[in-house]
């Protein structure tokens, strides 16, 4: 579809909708610092249907949160690799408001504290990092930690809350690392991998019911925190931000007493 104008997120996070209502399913959320493009408008122009250029996640976005950018703007943009949010915290001064921007978010033609976005120059406090290299497995965990406790929002990406695939795809794109935004699509990546075998850093997925009495779709996603002594931990989002275990039957959640999902498979992205 083409697109009829370009824009880039200047808010914190921004809900994508599934329709043109404010209770609409949240699909998944723009982050600080993403461009898009917007294919159509509602007929009453106060939604706008976009696309990520990040994911091309498509959905409804209010009118009023666009900013935006030029044809010529988001060209370079797209072609340019930006640095990124290091910490689970920074903030950005833009046209006279603070915004808090969170790991991972986008930081557009970031140089010496400066932004760029459109015609508009922004100022950024925090570290950053640089996504152009893939950094290490160590690196993923210890930015995935920094989201602990952070609770569970279905589409969420950023400070109001993290799904399991949005948690992993930020914390992966932190590190320079490129997933799709749902965990049926993340499945898709990387070499599968026993779990005895699993280290830190390898995608963990799981569905509902035990292979034994289904071979189910994934719902769910986490990351290996650590294989120490045959025990392998998983950090991932439910509820919140959490750690579990996980062995041959699933995700055992001990708040819970039980297993809330069921191991499918382990894959290592190089």
């Known amino acids: 579809m083409q697109a009829l104008d370009y824009g880039v997120c200047t808010e914190s996070v921004v809900a994508v909708r599934k329709t043109t209502s404010s209770s609409s399913e949240l699909v998944t959320q723009l982050v600080f610092g993403d461009a898009y493009k917007i294919l159509k408008t509602s ?19 209010q009118m009023g949160l666009v900013f935006k950018v030029s044809e010529n703007y988001y060209n370079n943009y797209k072609k340019n690799t930006h640095p990124v949010v290091a910490d689970k915290l920074g903030t950005v001064q833009f046209k006279g408001k603070k915004i808090p921007v969170t790991l991972g978010s986008t930081l557009p033609f970031y140089e010496e504290g400066k932004l760029k976005i459109g015609e508009e ?49 930020m914390v992966f794109k932190t590190n320079g690392y490129t997933l799709p935004r749902d965990s049926y699509q993340q499945a898709e990546k990387g070499k599968t991998v026993a779990l005895a075998e699993s280290q830190p850093g ?69």
């Not at 045959?230 to 750690?243: L, N, P």
Request: positive net charge.
């Open 43 to 61: 007929p009453d122009k106060k939604w706008a249907y976009i696309e990520n250029n990040y994911d091309g996640y498509n959905g409804w976005i």
């Open 202 to 270: 390898d995608l963990v997925f799981f569905q509902r019911k035990p292979q034994s009495v289904e071979n189910g779709r994934v719902v769910h996603v986490g990351i290996v925190l650590e294989n120490k002594n045959k025990q392998v931990k998983v950090i991932h989002s439910a509820g919140m931000v959490r750690i579990n275990k996980v062995d041959k039957t699933g995700l055992y959640r001990d708040d819970l007493g039980k297993y809330s999902h069921y191991l499918k498979f382990i894959k290592r992205l190089d």
């Open 121 to 169: 120059e922004a100022q950024y406090q925090g570290s950053t990092k640089d996504i152009s290299k893939k950094h290490s497995k160590d690196q993923i965990i210890e930015s995935a930690k920094k989201l602990l406790k952070i609770p569970y929002l279905w589409g969420g990406k950023g400070k109001q809350g993290y799904d399991c695939s949005g948690f992993c795809q």
